[in-house]
């Protein structure tokens, strides 16, 4: 069996269907922390592996990614003036509708590690994209990557609802172009 990951982009190429073409990910070396992140200016929060996230094989559970990908997402918010108290007041929230992560390596007890995301797509009424990356710094392997779709809600009846003002400015400073995973 070919690995199409591996062969060249001339072989992906054709005319007729050009979303084939194999692009790899460009790396953004951040100066600050010397690591290469897969898109320029992550926001970024810093974790460590505590006994609690372990699990019965000895590395960082599954679900614990889960919710350090909500931890991040919130911080980011918080930190573009959106937090829990600005939600209520506009009786609005951004609410996961789905998760794709690709866990590529294992995180242990006692690790420190660093979580990226950036916003990357949004139809400003009721969608919007995060990508997420997280790396170990002590060998710089990345340990996941994520994407998380958001809807807005209506916080008092829990259906979609578009995106107040407020969230279009809020957000919309920090939305980046996708680029290729």
Request: aromatic residues 12%; contains cysteine; glycine residues 6%.
């Amino acid at each position: 069996m070919v690995c199409y990951h591996c062969l060249p982009v001339a072989a992906f190429r054709r005319a007729n269907r050009p979303e084939l073409r194999y692009t790899a990910p460009v790396e953004y070396f951040d100066r600050e922390w010397g690591m290469g992140w897969d898109r320029a200016t992550p926001f970024t929060i810093d974790l460590q592996v505590g006994a609690e996230d372990i699990d019965g094989l000895g590395h960082a559970n599954n679900a614990v990614y889960v919710s350090w990908l909500e931890r991040c997402a919130w911080r980011h918010s918080q930190r573009l003036g959106l937090d829990l108290v600005e939600y209520r007041r506009l009786d609005r929230a951004m609410a996961v509708v789905r998760h794709e992560i690709d866990y590529l390596a294992a995180a242990y007890e006692g690790d420190e590690l660093q979580l990226a995301t950036w916003i990357v797509d949004w139809d400003q009424r009721l969608k919007m994209t995060r990508h997420f990356q997280l790396k170990r710094p002590s060998d710089n392997a990345t340990l996941l990557r994520a994407q998380t779709t958001f809807v807005c809600i209506e916080l008092s009846t829990g259906k979609p609802k578009r995106m107040p003002a407020e969230f279009i400015e809020g957000y919309g400073p920090a939305i980046q172009i996708a680029e290729a995973m």
